[in-house]
Protein backbone atom coordinates (compact mmCIF):
# COMPACT_ATOMS: atom_id res chain seq x y z
CA UNK A 1 0.00 0.00 0.00
CA UNK A 2 1.31 3.56 -0.94
CA UNK A 3 2.04 6.09 1.72
CA UNK A 4 1.02 9.31 1.94
CA UNK A 5 3.31 11.38 -0.37
CA UNK A 6 4.39 14.66 -0.01
CA UNK A 7 6.19 16.95 -2.49
CA UNK A 8 9.00 19.50 -3.27
CA UNK A 9 10.95 17.35 -0.21
CA UNK A 10 12.95 20.68 0.20
CA UNK A 11 11.83 24.24 -0.92
CA UNK A 12 14.25 27.48 0.07
CA UNK A 13 12.82 30.99 -0.60
CA UNK A 14 13.39 34.50 -0.02
CA UNK A 15 11.17 36.20 2.71
CA UNK A 16 7.69 37.38 0.79
CA UNK A 17 7.84 34.92 -1.94
CA UNK A 18 5.41 32.14 -2.23
CA UNK A 19 5.71 28.77 -1.87
CA UNK A 20 2.86 25.34 -1.91
CA UNK A 21 3.24 22.20 -0.91
CA UNK A 22 0.83 18.85 -2.52
CA UNK A 23 0.32 15.92 -0.52
CA UNK A 24 -1.55 12.96 -1.75
CA UNK A 25 -2.45 10.54 0.53
CA UNK A 26 -3.39 7.22 1.48
CA UNK A 27 -6.33 6.39 -1.22
CA UNK A 28 -9.20 6.25 1.48
CA UNK A 29 -8.10 8.28 4.09
CA UNK A 30 -11.26 10.34 4.33
CA UNK A 31 -9.14 12.64 6.93
CA UNK A 32 -6.12 15.18 6.18
CA UNK A 33 -3.81 16.98 8.01
CA UNK A 34 -1.05 19.86 8.00
CA UNK A 35 0.84 20.25 10.37
CA UNK A 36 3.83 22.62 11.14
CA UNK A 37 7.06 21.52 12.80
CA UNK A 38 9.41 24.35 13.52
CA UNK A 39 12.77 22.63 14.92
CA UNK A 40 13.26 21.66 18.36
CA UNK A 41 9.34 21.40 18.51
CA UNK A 42 6.61 18.84 18.67
CA UNK A 43 4.24 19.22 14.91
CA UNK A 44 1.05 21.38 15.46
CA UNK A 45 -1.83 21.11 13.62
CA UNK A 46 -2.96 23.85 10.74
CA UNK A 47 -5.63 22.58 8.98
CA UNK A 48 -7.47 19.22 9.41
CA UNK A 49 -9.87 18.12 6.48
CA UNK A 50 -12.67 15.47 6.41
CA UNK A 51 -13.44 14.64 2.86
CA UNK A 52 -12.98 17.93 0.94
CA UNK A 53 -14.11 20.02 4.13
CA UNK A 54 -12.25 22.05 6.87
CA UNK A 55 -12.91 20.28 10.09
CA UNK A 56 -10.78 22.65 12.17
CA UNK A 57 -8.39 25.71 10.89
CA UNK A 58 -8.29 27.37 13.95
CA UNK A 59 -4.67 27.45 14.25
CA UNK A 60 -3.95 28.68 10.56
CA UNK A 61 -2.60 31.85 9.89
CA UNK A 62 -5.42 32.98 7.28
CA UNK A 63 -3.65 35.86 6.46
CA UNK A 64 -0.62 34.60 4.72
CA UNK A 65 -2.38 30.31 5.01
CA UNK A 66 -4.19 28.85 2.82
CA UNK A 67 -5.10 25.14 2.17
CA UNK A 68 -7.24 23.20 0.20
CA UNK A 69 -8.51 19.81 -0.70
CA UNK A 70 -10.15 18.97 -4.10
CA UNK A 71 -12.41 16.69 -4.63
CA UNK A 72 -11.43 15.20 -0.89
CA UNK A 73 -8.09 13.69 -2.19
CA UNK A 74 -5.06 15.72 -3.09
CA UNK A 75 -4.06 18.76 -0.87
CA UNK A 76 -2.23 22.09 -1.01
CA UNK A 77 -0.98 24.37 1.22
CA UNK A 78 0.02 27.60 0.20
CA UNK A 79 2.25 30.47 2.06
CA UNK A 80 1.67 33.48 0.88
CA UNK A 81 4.08 35.84 1.73
CA UNK A 82 6.17 34.09 3.51
CA UNK A 83 7.99 35.10 6.80
CA UNK A 84 11.23 33.75 8.40
CA UNK A 85 9.36 32.45 11.11
CA UNK A 86 7.61 30.06 8.37
CA UNK A 87 10.60 27.87 8.54
CA UNK A 88 10.19 24.64 9.26
CA UNK A 89 9.14 20.98 7.83
CA UNK A 90 5.45 20.84 6.75
CA UNK A 91 3.85 17.44 7.19
CA UNK A 92 1.11 16.06 5.78
CA UNK A 93 -0.87 12.91 7.26
CA UNK A 94 -4.02 11.09 6.92
CA UNK A 95 -6.66 8.75 9.15
CA UNK A 96 -9.22 6.21 7.89
CA UNK A 97 -11.34 8.40 10.81
CA UNK A 98 -14.82 9.84 9.18
CA UNK A 99 -16.78 11.23 12.54
CA UNK A 100 -16.47 10.15 15.94
CA UNK A 101 -12.88 8.29 16.96
CA UNK A 102 -11.97 5.04 16.01
CA UNK A 103 -10.21 2.70 18.77
CA UNK A 104 -7.13 3.86 16.59
CA UNK A 105 -6.81 6.81 15.63
CA UNK A 106 -3.76 6.51 13.85
CA UNK A 107 -2.13 8.96 11.91
CA UNK A 108 -0.05 8.08 8.85
CA UNK A 109 2.98 10.57 8.36
CA UNK A 110 4.28 11.99 4.65
CA UNK A 111 8.60 12.81 4.73
CA UNK A 112 7.60 16.01 4.70
CA UNK A 113 8.82 18.92 3.61
CA UNK A 114 11.14 21.17 4.37
CA UNK A 115 11.20 25.03 4.02
CA UNK A 116 13.74 27.41 4.54
CA UNK A 117 12.93 31.35 4.44
CA UNK A 118 16.20 33.15 4.02
CA UNK B 1 -6.30 23.35 27.10
CA UNK B 2 -4.75 19.74 26.47
CA UNK B 3 -0.51 19.74 27.40
CA UNK B 4 1.44 17.41 26.78
CA UNK B 5 5.43 17.72 28.59
CA UNK B 6 8.22 15.79 27.34
CA UNK B 7 10.91 16.74 29.95
CA UNK B 8 13.86 14.65 28.01
CA UNK B 9 15.15 16.35 25.23
CA UNK B 10 17.94 14.23 24.65
CA UNK B 11 18.93 10.40 25.94
CA UNK B 12 21.59 7.68 24.98
CA UNK B 13 21.87 4.28 25.76
CA UNK B 14 24.24 1.58 25.08
CA UNK B 15 22.95 -0.82 22.75
CA UNK B 16 20.71 -3.98 23.81
CA UNK B 17 19.66 -2.00 27.09
CA UNK B 18 16.39 -0.79 28.01
CA UNK B 19 16.01 3.16 27.96
CA UNK B 20 12.32 5.10 29.51
CA UNK B 21 11.43 8.29 28.08
CA UNK B 22 8.82 9.99 29.52
CA UNK B 23 5.83 12.09 28.87
CA UNK B 24 3.17 13.58 31.51
CA UNK B 25 -0.20 15.17 29.92
CA UNK B 26 -3.09 17.36 31.37
CA UNK B 27 -6.60 16.79 30.88
CA UNK B 28 -9.89 17.16 32.08
CA UNK B 29 -10.97 14.64 30.01
CA UNK B 30 -11.88 11.23 31.15
CA UNK B 31 -12.31 9.55 28.00
CA UNK B 32 -8.89 10.15 25.52
CA UNK B 33 -5.67 7.66 23.92
CA UNK B 34 -2.49 8.23 24.08
CA UNK B 35 -0.12 7.54 21.78
CA UNK B 36 4.19 7.34 21.08
CA UNK B 37 4.95 7.75 17.70
CA UNK B 38 8.99 7.64 16.38
CA UNK B 39 10.61 10.09 14.01
CA UNK B 40 13.79 8.47 12.57
CA UNK B 41 16.21 10.89 10.91
CA UNK B 42 14.75 12.39 7.82
CA UNK B 43 12.24 9.58 7.51
CA UNK B 44 8.23 10.00 8.15
CA UNK B 45 6.64 9.42 11.60
CA UNK B 46 5.25 6.18 12.30
CA UNK B 47 3.30 5.16 15.63
CA UNK B 48 5.31 2.99 18.10
CA UNK B 49 2.34 2.05 20.12
CA UNK B 50 -0.89 3.78 21.79
CA UNK B 51 -3.38 3.31 24.91
CA UNK B 52 -7.09 4.00 25.13
CA UNK B 53 -7.65 5.34 28.59
CA UNK B 54 -10.29 3.57 29.68
CA UNK B 55 -8.15 0.29 29.89
CA UNK B 56 -6.12 0.02 33.17
CA UNK B 57 -3.78 -2.39 31.14
CA UNK B 58 -0.56 -1.10 30.25
CA UNK B 59 -0.52 -1.44 26.29
CA UNK B 60 2.97 -3.55 25.02
CA UNK B 61 4.16 -3.76 21.35
CA UNK B 62 6.72 -6.33 21.04
CA UNK B 63 9.94 -4.17 22.72
CA UNK B 64 7.76 -2.00 23.39
CA UNK B 65 6.04 -0.79 26.44
CA UNK B 66 4.12 1.63 27.95
CA UNK B 67 3.70 2.51 31.84
CA UNK B 68 0.09 4.40 32.07
CA UNK B 69 -0.70 6.23 35.65
CA UNK B 70 -4.15 7.61 34.42
CA UNK B 71 -3.92 9.50 38.54
CA UNK B 72 -1.04 10.93 37.85
CA UNK B 73 -1.63 11.50 34.17
CA UNK B 74 1.87 9.88 33.33
CA UNK B 75 2.60 7.51 30.31
CA UNK B 76 6.04 6.73 29.98
CA UNK B 77 7.36 4.21 27.34
CA UNK B 78 10.29 1.70 27.81
CA UNK B 79 12.11 0.42 25.14
CA UNK B 80 13.68 -2.78 25.92
CA UNK B 81 16.75 -4.67 24.26
CA UNK B 82 17.17 -1.36 22.54
CA UNK B 83 18.82 -1.37 18.84
CA UNK B 84 20.39 0.93 16.68
CA UNK B 85 17.27 1.08 14.65
CA UNK B 86 15.61 2.90 17.36
CA UNK B 87 17.35 5.85 17.12
CA UNK B 88 15.14 8.37 16.57
CA UNK B 89 13.06 11.36 17.85
CA UNK B 90 10.20 10.09 20.37
CA UNK B 91 7.14 12.24 20.25
CA UNK B 92 4.37 11.25 23.01
CA UNK B 93 0.76 12.79 21.90
CA UNK B 94 -2.69 12.76 23.03
CA UNK B 95 -5.53 12.49 21.17
CA UNK B 96 -8.98 14.60 21.87
CA UNK B 97 -11.56 16.41 21.21
CA UNK B 98 -11.15 19.74 18.99
CA UNK B 99 -13.12 22.66 19.76
CA UNK B 100 -15.02 21.81 16.17
CA UNK B 101 -16.30 18.60 17.04
CA UNK B 102 -12.63 16.49 15.64
CA UNK B 103 -10.39 14.34 17.21
CA UNK B 104 -7.03 15.86 17.04
CA UNK B 105 -3.28 15.28 18.37
CA UNK B 106 -1.54 17.41 20.57
CA UNK B 107 2.21 16.77 20.78
CA UNK B 108 4.70 16.98 22.97
CA UNK B 109 8.09 18.41 22.32
CA UNK B 110 9.89 15.23 21.73
CA UNK B 111 12.88 13.01 22.95
CA UNK B 112 15.89 12.84 20.74
CA UNK B 113 17.12 9.18 21.49
CA UNK B 114 20.44 7.79 20.37
CA UNK B 115 21.62 4.47 20.56
CA UNK B 116 25.13 3.79 21.10
CA UNK B 117 26.53 1.07 19.35
Known amino acids: EAGVAQSPRYKIIEKRQSVAFWCNPI?????LYWYQQILGQGPKLLIQFQNNGVVDDSQLPKDRFSAERLKGVDSTLKIQPAKLEDSAVYLC????????????????FGEGSRLTVL | AQTVTQSQPEMSVQEAETVTLSCTYDTSENNYYLFWYKQPPSRQMILVIRQEAYKQQNATENRFSVNFQKAAKSFSLKISDSQLGDTAMYFC??????????????FGTGTRLTIIP
Open chain 1, 27 to 31: SGHAT
Open chain 2, 93 to 106: AFSHWGLFGNEKLT
Open chain 1, 93 to 108: ASSLVDGPPSDTGELF
